[in-house]
């Protein structure tokens, strides 16, 4: 048939490697093989990560309430893959913020050991680990709202699109620290590593900050590469 690709062409030489790759139909079957191996990469690196976390965490009940995003989102990004797969991009940075979130649970956000290496090399007074937890608060959930927005809403292609991405991201970041007050309130002193306040009366002040500031940064750096990836999900496209 004149849609089937027959090899070896004749002889051996370059013209095969034109015809394999003038062949769409073949291309296109070793990308989507290409991304279902690397998800499948992806996912397995998350669960070995989470399983090393819960092995004597250093507080268990923080760890339990830092992993339950990653416990209640991993099952979610399964059960809608087929009907609403999300891009690559999107879920390599899911994927890094599950890592962050699961470090910061097995030892708590104050005690990482990365972050007093960071603390020692540049001199500062307390382990600033959280900061970049809250910073890929901003910084990946932007690109999962502007996903959404873009896929689901009028606001493809509207200027209003980043201004209503960085206000989801900010009105999230108030909606977790109310959980994290709700949460101490109801276990009292046990919540304390969860709290991570480290004894800054700014800290909630700079969680909203750098959610901020992460949020930015990614609608600024990622943007493009982000509609390159959705043109390929979006009909009409």
């Not at 003038?22 to 690196?45: E, I, K, P, R, Y």
């Not at 998350?46 to 760890?63: I, M, N």
């Not at 709202?145 to 991405?165: D, K, Q």
Request: glycine share 8%; charged share 10%; proline share 5%.
């Amino acid at each position: 048939p004149a849609d089937t690709l027959q090899v070896p062409l004749g002889d051996y030489s370059l013209r095969w490697f034109r015809a394999v790759f003038a062949h769409g139909d073949l291309v296109q079957s070793f990308w989507n093989s290409l991304f279902v191996a690397t998800l499948s990469a992806t996912l397995a690196v998350v669960l070995a990560v989470l399983a090393w976390s819960g092995v004597a965490p250093h507080d268990r009940f923080t760890w339990l309430l830092e992993v339950a995003p990653v416990l209640i989102g991993v099952p979610v990004l399964l059960a809608t893959g087929r009907r609403f797969p999300l891009t690559p991009l999107l879920y390599t940075l899911l994927a890094v913020h599950a890592c962050i979130l699961m470090v910061g649970g097995k030892y708590t956000y104050a005690e990482v050991p990365a972050g007093f290496w960071v603390s020692d090399v540049l001199g500062l007074a307390r382990n600033h680990y959280d900061r970049l937890g809250h910073f890929a608060q901003g910084f990946i959930p932007a690109i999962l709202a502007r996903e959404i927005l873009v896929r689901t809403s009028p606001l493809r292609g509207s200027r209003w699109l980043p201004f209503v991405v960085v206000a989801f991201c900010l009105a999230f970041r108030a909606f977790c620290a109310l959980l994290v007050w709700w949460t101490a309130s109801a276990a009292g002193a046990s919540s304390a590593a969860f709290l991570g306040t480290q004894g800054d009366i700014w800290d909630t002040q700079w969680d909203m900050f750098l959610a901020l500031i992460g949020a930015i940064t990614a609608l600024l750096t990622l943007s493009r590469v982000h509609d390159r990836q959705l043109a390929g999900l979006l009909p009409g496209r």
